[in-house]
């Protein structure tokens, strides 16, 4: 079935998120068109990173509705969520020492069935998106023998493995220099000129 909003990767209608007593959330009302860049700005404490959990799927809002590419996010399966929505979170902080490969290819976790291992195909895609963001160097790497900027990067390009439509960017360039910040917006133009949202 579908909702009508074809021409919208992400819909949001009269969205509300509380915890406990404290409202987050509400009222919230957004539509953003396919092969679109949105911005949002506003304070620390905002809501910002909440609105992006809630259309990804992480957090279950109050009330209101989510759809992205026509699905409810609401009563739509996690994986399947997944195959639609990536969201790169703003904390980057990496406890164990992982080869940066092994890091992307958790993107391709939402195309895996339970207890299948990763395929020479998810190989490729993880390697093709570490190369594209200039990571491929690192790909025998532990991510917590990296700089912050080289460990955002890798995690940027888990994020482009998950190959989706809809990417959540949550702070993206945090603990990036000056040069870095602005090949992850060269990044998302491309995207963008590529049919991403």
Same mark, same amino acid.
């Given at each position: 079935?579908?909702?009508?909003?074809?021409?919208?990767?992400?819909?949001?209608?009269?969205?509300?998120?509380?915890?406990?007593?404290?409202?987050?959330?509400?009222?919230?009302?957004?539509?953003?068109?396919?092969?679109?860049?949105?911005?949002? #700005?506003?304070?620390?404490?905002?809501?910002? !990173?909440?609105? *992006? $959990?809630?259309?990804?799927?992480?957090?279950?809002?109050?009330? %209101?509705?989510?759809?992205?590419?026509?699905?409810?996010?609401?009563?739509?399966?996690?994986?399947?969520?997944?195959?639609?929505?990536?969201?790169?979170?703003?904390?980057?902080?990496?406890?164990?020492?992982?080869?940066?490969?092994?890091?992307?290819?958790?993107?391709?976790?939402?195309?895996?069935?339970?207890?299948?291992?990763?395929?020479?195909?998810?190989?490729? #895609?993880?390697?093709?998106?570490?190369?594209? !963001?200039?990571? *491929? $160097?690192?790909?025998?790497?532990?991510?917590?023998?990296?700089? %912050?900027?080289?460990?955002?990067?890798?995690?940027?390009?888990?994020?482009?493995?998950?190959?989706?439509?809809?990417?959540?960017?949550?702070?993206?360039?945090?603990?990036?220099?000056?040069?870095?910040?602005?090949?992850?917006?060269?990044?998302?133009?491309?995207?963008?000129?590529?049919?991403?949202?």
């Amino acid at each position: 079935m579908t909702t009508g909003y074809g021409d919208y990767t992400v819909v949001v209608k009269d969205l509300h998120y509380s915890v406990d007593d404290v409202k987050i959330l509400k009222e919230i009302n957004l539509c953003v068109g396919r092969g679109e860049l949105v911005g949002l #700005i506003g304070p620390n404490g905002a809501g910002k !990173t909440t609105l *992006l $959990k809630c259309i990804g799927g992480i957090y279950s809002y109050n009330k %209101g509705e989510i759809y992205v590419s026509d699905l409810n996010i609401r009563r739509t399966d996690c994986k399947k969520v997944a195959r639609e929505v990536s969201l790169m979170h703003q904390n980057t902080h990496v406890n164990f020492p992982f080869p940066a490969i092994d890091v992307v290819l958790t993107g391709r976790y939402p195309y895996l069935k339970r207890f299948e291992t990763e395929s020479s195909e998810d190989y490729r #895609i993880a390697r093709k998106h570490m190369n594209y !963001t200039d990571t *491929l $160097k690192f790909e025998s790497k532990p991510v917590t023998n990296m700089s %912050g900027g080289e460990r955002q990067r890798v995690l940027f390009a888990k994020v482009l493995a998950q190959e989706t439509d809809l990417i959540l960017l949550d702070e993206p360039t945090a603990s990036l220099d000056i040069s870095y910040e602005e090949q992850i917006f060269k990044y998302c133009s491309e995207l963008v000129e590529n049919g991403k949202t």
